[in-house]
């Protein structure tokens, strides 16, 4: 087996402020009313079946996965960040959330 020497540099995140938050969710919530049937939908809001949480369990994870932020559409943030992407020399700049 071959490996280009490339190593995985694990998971990326993006943990906005409570206040910004909201102020996606009800943006996103607002224009998905305007045309709730629409396929695809205008925007993706908070799923809690899809949510990947960490280690977060219970009520905790019951309340975090209800508000929060898919990683699709880009927003103030930038957005889904794909791993395949991310290789030697790239830059992450902290604080962006």
Avoid: Q, Y
Avoid at 5 to 30: F, Q, V, Y
């Amino acid at each position: 087996m071959r490996f280009a020497g490339i190593t995985h540099p694990g998971l990326i995140g993006c943990a906005p402020s409570h206040e910004l938050l909201a102020k996606w969710n009800t943006r996103e919530a607002e224009l998905v009313a305007t045309n709730p049937e629409r396929v695809p939908p205008l925007a993706a809001l908070p799923n809690p079946d899809n949510a990947i949480l960490g280690s977060l369990k219970g009520a905790e994870f019951d309340r975090v996965a209800a508000e929060a932020a898919r990683t699709v559409p880009p927003r103030e943030h930038g957005g889904n960040c794909d791993i395949k992407n991310l290789s030697k020399g790239s830059h992450l700049l902290p604080g962006l959330c």
